[in-house]
């Protein structure tokens, strides 16, 4: 709370702060009555400064868990729910129930929305497999290396680490254009917007980066989904 307080002081009146998010994916073994309590003095830190930026929380991985938790728009006015939505972690059977699992999440945002908080998908990828390089933390081996058929690509990356994992490359740019899609989908109408992880890395990890998915081909253009 104490950050939060110096850091709303700091920052929260500034012109290109929209909302301060009081923190970043509390883990799933964390208690809810600890957490929500702590998202109930985080609100009155941030309001004791300013009444003017969104107080963002985040649901923790565990989406249905908020039903009716702050949603009293008069007495909690601009607060919203962050939801992250990765495929990269969990092990999937092909890429059609990538895509299926894309398509699916719209409704779980309509329902976060309905009973909740103003929601947006505040990170998401088309990181099919944790491949990406240090992407579970540094020098941790990805999970996928030593899944039975599976295995990531070594790749030529900057000193001092020369050498990363990647994705294989093992689907094809239909399969990421429509997974894209599905997803882009999903976000814009069942939840408030998005935020793709990410703009751009700086080791190569080809479904994590903007810039190359988009320099590929892979990335649809706005009138596909919107």
Same mark, same amino acid.
């Given at each position: ?43 009155? !830190? !941030? ?7 969104? &107080? !963002? ?5 565990? $989406? ?20 992250? #939505? ?34 947006? !998908? ?19 081996? $990805?999970?996928?290396?030593?899944? $039975? ?5 070594? &790749? ?19 399969? &990421? #254009? ?28 080809? #479904? ?13 253009? $706005?009138?596909?989904?919107?």
């Amino acid at each position: 709370l104490d950050v939060i307080d110096t850091m709303t002081s700091q920052f929260g009146s500034h012109e290109a702060v929209w909302g301060i998010e009081l923190v970043n994916e509390p883990w799933l073994s964390i208690d809810m009555d600890t957490l929500r309590q702590f998202y109930l003095d985080g609100y009155d !830190v !941030v309001r004791s400064h300013t009444d003017d930026v969104t &107080v !963002v929380l985040h649901d923790s991985f565990r $989406p249905t868990e908020w039903a009716g938790f702050m949603n009293d728009t008069e007495k909690y006015p601009r607060t919203a729910m962050d939801t992250h #939505r990765y495929q990269a972690f969990d092990d999937f059977a092909s890429d059609d129930d990538h895509i299926s699992q894309a398509c699916a999440m719209k409704q779980d945002l309509i329902n976060m929305e309905e009973t909740g908080l103003l929601t947006f !998908v505040g990170e998401w990828s088309l990181g099919t497999t944790d491949c990406a390089h240090w992407l579970k933390g540094l020098n941790q081996e $990805p999970h996928a290396q030593s899944t $039975p058929g599976y295995h990531c690509k070594n &790749v030529a990356c900057p000193a001092p680490m020369n050498e990363c994992t990647d994705d294989p490359d093992a689907s094809s740019p239909d399969f &990421v #254009r429509n997974f894209a899609n599905a997803y882009l989908d999903a976000a814009e109408t069942g939840s408030h917007g998005w935020i793709f992880w990410t703009f751009k890395t700086e080791l190569p990890a080809q #479904r994590w980066d903007f810039f190359e998915l988009n320099a590929r081909g892979e990335w649809p253009a $706005p009138d596909e989904y919107l």
